[in-house]
């Protein structure tokens, strides 16, 4: 059982908590653990809890932890991906993987050629997408949960460039920055900004918008990617990037 992690919204209180609903499911069902039995829980906040499970009752079950610690898995920058959601169900795959990947945050983009808007009807996929990023978490031993923000415009994001020491938007034009390079001229920032376009691309007036806030065209090769292996490309290259740096 010491390799299963379940996930607790609220953190114990007095040293105990109740469980229920899918992660007791799992627990007592799949899991089949016992009174006596000891899980792994984690509270989404980079805190970890050794438990021993006290009580059960039907679909739900008490513990008592033993030992609590902050335990920091996360990368040295905090890395926020904007992306153009695409079609159909390619967005669950970009929140399981940048998740898995580290990712800070997550913001759903509307841009000029975007396909999907859901604007003003955006907390039920939102919810939906915070359980999958909570399953990419316990799978992957992360402690903090990726936080996937309401969907933006376009205009409304550039707005907060200035926010981020490193804002890069991915480009396919002539001009555009090797990314390697751009990361090669900030090995010391620790907030960073990527947006992805939709799959025809930004339009030239908002990357012109873009460039005018600060934002770097940039480039991961010469072919042009989906939406989401662009989002994972670059959080892995990002990943690769930084976690380097920190063990040189």
Same mark, same amino acid.
């Given at each position: 059982?010491?390799?299963?992690?379940?996930?607790?919204?609220?953190?114990?209180?007095?040293?105990?908590?109740?469980?229920?609903?899918?992660?007791?499911?799992?627990? $007592?069902?799949?899991?089949? *653990? @016992?009174?006596?039995?000891?899980?792994?829980?984690?509270?989404?906040?980079?805190?970890?809890?050794?438990?021993?499970?006290?009580?059960?009752?039907?679909?739900? $079950?008490?513990?008592?932890?033993?030992?609590?610690?902050?335990?920091?898995?996360?990368l040295?920058?905090?890395?926020?991906?904007?992306?153009?959601?695409?079609?159909?169900?390619?967005?669950?795959?970009?929140?399981?993987?940048? @998740?898995?990947?580290?990712?800070?945050?997550?913001?759903?983009?509307?841009?000029?050629?975007?396909?999907?808007?859901?604007?003003?009807?955006?907390?039920?996929?939102?919810?939906?997408?915070?359980?999958?990023?909570?399953?990419?978490?316990?799978?992957?031993?992360?402690?903090?949960?990726?936080?996937?923000e309401?969907?933006?415009?376009?205009?409304?994001?550039?707005?907060?460039?200035?926010?981020?020491?490193?804002?890069?938007?991915?480009?396919v034009?002539?001009? @555009?920055?090797?990314?390697?390079?751009?990361?090669?001229?900030?090995?010391?920032?620790?907030?960073?900004?990527?947006l992805?376009?939709?799959?025809?691309?930004?339009?030239?007036?908002?990357?012109?918008?873009?460039?005018? *806030?600060?934002?770097?065209?940039?480039?991961?090769?010469?072919?042009?990617?989906?939406?989401?292996?662009?989002?994972? @490309?670059?959080? *892995?290259?990002?990943?690769y *990037?930084?976690?380097?740096?920190?063990?040189?």
């Amino acid at each position: 059982m010491h390799q299963d992690r379940f996930y607790i919204p609220i953190p114990p209180v007095h040293d105990e908590v109740w469980i229920e609903g899918k992660e007791a499911h799992h627990i $007592l069902h799949v899991k089949r *653990a @016992a009174v006596g039995g000891k899980i792994t829980l984690f509270d989404g906040k980079g805190v970890e809890y050794l438990a021993r499970i006290v009580e059960i009752r039907h679909d739900r $079950l008490r513990v008592q932890v033993e030992h609590s610690q902050c335990v920091n898995r996360e990368l040295p920058v905090d890395i926020t991906i904007a992306f153009s959601v695409p079609k159909g169900k390619h967005s669950s795959f970009i929140i399981q993987k940048c @998740a898995e990947l580290g990712v800070k945050s997550l913001i759903p983009l509307h841009c000029e050629r975007s396909v999907v808007d859901f604007r003003h009807k955006s907390i039920g996929k939102t919810e939906k997408w915070d359980k999958i990023a909570i399953e990419a978490s316990k799978q992957c031993k992360r402690n903090v949960i990726t936080n996937i923000e309401n969907m933006m415009s376009f205009d409304d994001l550039i707005n907060d460039v200035r926010n981020y020491e490193l804002s890069i938007i991915a480009s396919v034009e002539s001009h @555009a920055k090797s990314l390697k390079s751009v990361l090669h001229a900030h090995p010391s920032v620790k907030k960073i900004l990527c947006l992805i376009g939709p799959e025809g691309g930004f339009t030239r007036k908002e990357t012109e918008k873009a460039v005018e *806030a600060g934002c770097i065209p940039v480039s991961i090769g010469l072919s042009t990617l989906r939406i989401e292996t662009a989002a994972v @490309a670059i959080s *892995a290259m990002l990943l690769y *990037a930084y976690t380097d740096i920190v063990c040189r």
